[in-house]
Nanobody
Framework: QVQLVESGGGLVQPGGSLRLSCAAS????????MGWHRQAPGKQREWVAQ???????NYADSVKGRFTISRDNAKNTVFLQMNNLKLEDTAVYYC?????????WGQGTQVTVSS
């Protein structure tokens, strides 16, 4: 059973940084793309970033140049480094992966950007 556990969220001021982590188990981590999504209050969940199994990275326009996704296959972990955070980045952040056509989600970690 694939399990994803996010951590690293918190409260940060505008312009600050946070690093989210997502630890995966129950899968051969290095074989699969990993992604981050987020859901702000009252809004639909939106895609943020993805890293493929061969380390190609893609970003939503809203975070490009500020967020960096990376993976450590030795630790079965994907990271999201978030810099220059803005008020509109406030959301619950989820990591996800698709294994054998089934998409798995973590429980989410809250990121609040507030002065």
């Amino acid at each position: 059973q694939v399990q994803l556990v996010e951590s690293g969220g918190g409260l940060v001021q505008p312009g600050g940084s946070l690093r989210l982590s997502c630890a995966a188990s129950g899968m051969i981590f290095r074989l699969y793309a990993m992604g981050w999504h987020r859901q702000a209050p009252g809004k639909q969940r939106e895609w943020v970033a993805q890293v493929t199994s061969d380390d190609r990275r893609n970003y939503a326009d809203s975070v490009k140049g500020r967020f960096t996704i990376s993976r450590d296959n030795a630790k079965n972990t994907v990271f999201l480094q978030m810099n220059n955070l803005k008020l509109e980045d406030t959301a619950v952040y989820y990591c996800n992966t698709t294994v054998y056509s089934w998409t798995y989600w973590g429980q989410g970690t809250q990121v609040t950007v507030s002065s």
